[in-house]
């Protein structure tokens, strides 16, 4: 039998077991909470949850079965006023990818489903010290720059200075080529203070190092040998939409990338493989979520096609706590804001060549 050497760096391990920091300092509110991978990453940056707003009803269940004390709203974000929570210190959210994605043919602000609008209404009505909203690499297609530009444009109205970073999920232990589009804004006079987060000097673990003791939890006897040859990082999760269909790893590209890793993604498996399986294992539910960075002892709602979309649509925690840590850095630097114009910008980090895989 194979030998598998595990490496398991600083920042991957504090995400392995969490437990409820329920002191932090700062407040946020967060929309399309979805089944709070972003949450998790804010509250590990020292962020308390006044109000998670979710539609989704398995999703809320996630959300309240690990974190019971969390105030979760189940409600469209389209019907929910935020007047009442005015002066938080954060508002962030995963709005709907789809609009800008290629599986949701990119249709932009022309799809019902673009809920930027309804962030800004939010924005204004809360006014918080800084936002930070999160969605795919194509929204940063030449195609969406007016689009963007005109995000930034009313933030500048309601005096906010903002930034779109595309951040690599890979930079930050998540074993997973997630490539996402992240929105930062700060009220005028604190965006000076922030700087986007470096990428981890630890590479990620790769996909049978990630997934070798949940592969051999059933017995398998070959799940060394399996995990000595998944020596790469995965291919981007999808399958987050209700429009897709029933749980599988994506299209044929991505099941072809799979297959290299020794992994069949024509489906996905109730099951870690038994003793005596041959061929290619599927990954379970709990699989995928080690692979988007969500902690182990995080439990989802639902059967396998509603779990499975939860894991799919979401951010990873490890990315989002990377980016919530600075937005919390440059808010305690200046608690009460400088009330001074930016004359200075963060540097946008060099293009990154991103195979097709990268395309969520």
């Known amino acids: 039998m194979g030998r598998v050497e595990t490496r ?36 590990r940056a020292g962020f308390r949850h ?35 929570l005015s002066g938080v210190d954060l508002l962030a959210g995963g ?30 009505e809360a006014r918080p010290r800084a936002v930070m909203l999160e969605n795919v690499r194509g929204l940063l297609a030449p195609e969406f720059a007016s689009y963007r530009e005109s995000i930034r444009s009313r933030l500048r109205d309601l005096e906010y200075v903002s930034e779109w970073r595309l951040l690599h999920a890979s930079d930050f232990q ?17 965006f000076m203070n922030f700087r986007w987060p470096p990428p981890e000097a630890i590479p990620p673990r790769t996909v049978g190092e990630a997934l070798l003791e949940e592969m051999a939890s059933a017995g398998w006897e070959h799940a060394v040998d399996w995990a000595a040859n998944a020596q790469g ?14 749980p599988d790893l994506g299209p044929t590209r991505a099941r072809e990338a799979w297959a290299k890793l020794g992994v069949d993604g024509r489906g996905l498996a109730d099951k ?21 960075g969500f902690p182990a002892n995080w439990k989802f709602a639902g ?7 939860q894991v799919g649509n979401a951010f990873p925690p490890p990315v989002a706590g990377a980016v919530g840590t600075s ?29 097709l895989l990268e395309v969520a």
């Open 174 to 190: 998540v074993p997973q080529l997630r490539p996402r589009a992240i929105l930062v804004a700060f009220r005028i006079g604190e």
């Open 233 to 246: 990082i995965a291919p981007t999760l999808v399958g987050g939409s209700k429009k897709h269909g029933g």
């Open 95 to 124: 709005v709907p990818c789809p609009p800008f994605s290629v599986a949701g043919h990119r249709l932009g602000d022309l799809d019902e489903r673009d809920l930027f609008p309804e962030a800004l209404r939010l924005i204004e």
């Open 272 to 292: 870690p493989p038994p003793p005596g399986f041959s061929g290619m294992p599927k990954l379970t539910v709990t699989m995928t979520a080690i692979i988007q």
């Open 50 to 84: 006044v109000a998670l707003i979710e539609l989704d009803r398995w999703a809320c269940r996630t959300l309240k079965q690990n974190r019971p004390n969390w105030n979760i709203i189940e409600q469209d974000v389209r019907s929910f006023s935020a007047k009442n």
């Open 8 to 43: 398991f760096g600083r920042a991957s391990m504090r995400w392995n077991a969490l437990t409820d920091p329920s002191n932090g300092d700062l407040t946020s509110i967060e929309i399309c909470a979805g089944a709070g991978g972003q949450a998790i990453g804010i509250e």
């Open 303 to 309: 059967g396998k096609t509603a779990a499975y979309r």
């Open 327 to 355: 937005i919390a850095s440059a808010l305690r630097r200046d608690p009460a804001g400088s009330g001074e114009e930016e004359t200075t910008f963060p540097t946008p980090a060099p293009a990154r060549q991103l195979s």
